[in-house]
């Protein structure tokens, strides 16, 4: 996620978190479909369905999305909160070598602590 950021700085990065319950195995960077990369993310959709249909098929199921503040904070900004599902999804959001985890909640979004296991 960082080197996504990196790579695609001024841009905001953006891909799927994907996995198995609560573990997070693989995060896949996807295109940024946004009108304005350098301020917004918008998942690429076609990368989205396919996430969906390889959960269906027994691959690791699509726990979150993640994303970068180029120019920011790693905490959800105010248009993440009005963007957000409540779905109860994780975002991570990355700024710099900075990496928060987050629950969108049906009441906004709670900070996660994690662990990150070598594998």
Excluded at 49 to 67: K, N, V, W
Excluded at 88 to 108: C, F, K, P, Q
Aim: aromatic share 6%.
């Amino acid at each position: 996620m960082i080197a996504a950021a990196r790579d695609a700085h001024p841009h905001e990065a953006c891909g799927l978190l994907l996995g198995h319950d609560a573990t997070i195995t693989k995060a896949q960077a996807t295109a940024n479909r946004a009108d304005a990369p350098a301020r917004h993310f918008e998942i690429d959709p076609a990368a989205l369905i396919a996430a969906h249909r390889a959960a269906r098929a027994g691959g690791p199921a699509l726990i979150g999305y993640f994303h970068s503040h180029p120019t920011g904070r790693a905490a959800p900004s105010a248009t993440d909160a009005a963007m957000a599902a409540r779905d109860g999804r994780v975002w991570a959001i990355v700024a710099g070598t900075e990496v928060t985890l987050w629950r969108d909640t049906a009441s906004g979004f709670e900070a996660l602590s994690y662990d990150v296991v070598a594998g």
